[in-house]
């Protein structure tokens, strides 16, 4: 059992205030979720050229013994010379100018402690482990402003609690995916998809779909596509909601079994996998109320 959340504001003028609506969505997911707890927010996209990555840091309480200004001062030396890094205890928010693909493989030759969690133009991704409140406290969630955003409350059930095995899970750029549910042939999933060079960073089934998704709209199909042939691949229970540099997107198994339930309004569009989580939102006496179908693609775009 997980809790997940999205969050989708329609006017420019509510950005500002994407986590403080957020905030007490995800901590009202919980007890659906005590072990660890993730949040991707999209934001305005950085500027032609540039890129972005989440980075983590394992060392040390809130990254206490990790040294990201000598992280910073060698990426400009030795990798790119626009490298910049923002930080907010163990993760850092780190701009560049050079590929995506080599800064990452810079890090990982030179700076193996450190973890990519999410790389694009909008994409901002903090996950760890422990209660939601305290992570969304550690990394400010409140304060975190943009267009839209993911987050996931975690209960593992087959996989270790760790940061890898968090949500939300990413691939490629921009693209990230929670899971409320448990696939049954994740190990299918990965022997087809390792053949082609896709590597996966831990062993928690939720990663095996988000890769296969991302690799279909490699292959050219678009998000719809790609989570029709989804359909068709995956075994087992599932309630997916998504995330793109200008769209969030949800889908449940044929069978519906985990839930969900969405509220839109002029405002917002705010998803849960229970009422009490969008219980607090404004005007939400007033929304349009719906529990989403089975296999039945809803997206919203900004």
């Not at 990663?207 to 995956?234: N, S, T, V």
């Not at 989580?277 to 693609?297: M, N």
């Amino acid at each position: 059992m997980c809790g997940i959340v999205g969050l989708l504001v329609k006017k420019p003028a509510l950005r500002l205030r994407l986590g403080e609506l957020m905030l007490p969505m995800l901590i009202g997911m919980t007890e659906r979720g005590p072990d660890s707890a993730g949040m991707a927010v999209f934001t305005e996209p950085v500027a032609d050229g540039l890129h972005k990555l989440s980075l983590f840091s394992g060392e040390g309480a809130a990254g206490a013994k990790y040294d990201w200004a000598a992280l910073e001062a060698k990426l400009r030396a030795n990798c790119d010379p626009a490298a910049r890094l923002f930080v907010k205890a163990n993760h850092a928010v780190l701009g560049i100018a050079r590929p995506v693909a080599e800064v990452k493989a810079w890090l990982k030759a030179n700076a193996s402690v450190i973890q990519v969690l999410s790389s694009g133009t909008s994409i901002d991704l903090y996950k760890d482990v422990g209660l939601p409140a305290d992570i969304a406290r550690r990394y400010d969630f409140g304060a975190l402003a943009g267009t839209h955003l993911v987050g996931h409350t975690r209960m593992a059930t087959e996989s270790a609690v760790t940061v890898e095995n968090a949500h939300p899970y990413t691939a490629g750029l921009d693209w990230c995916l929670v899971h409320n549910g448990s696939l049954s042939n994740p190990h299918q999933l990965r022997r087809q998809l390792e053949p082609l060079g896709i590597e996966f960073d831990g062993d928690c089934d939720t990663e095996a779909a988000c890769r296969y998704l991302e690799w279909r709209m490699r292959e050219g199909d678009d998000l719809e596509a790609a989570l029709h042939k989804g359909f068709e691949a995956f075994d087992g229970f599932f309630t997916f909601l998504m995330g793109t540099r200008d769209k969030l997107a949800l889908v449940r198994d044929p069978f519906a079994c985990k839930p969900a339930i969405v509220a839109e309004t002029d405002d917002y569009v705010a998803i849960a996998s229970e009422f009490r989580s969008l219980a607090h939102l404004p005007d939400v006496k007033h929304a349009q109320l719906f529990e989403p179908k089975p296999e039945h693609i809803y997206s919203w775009s900004i």
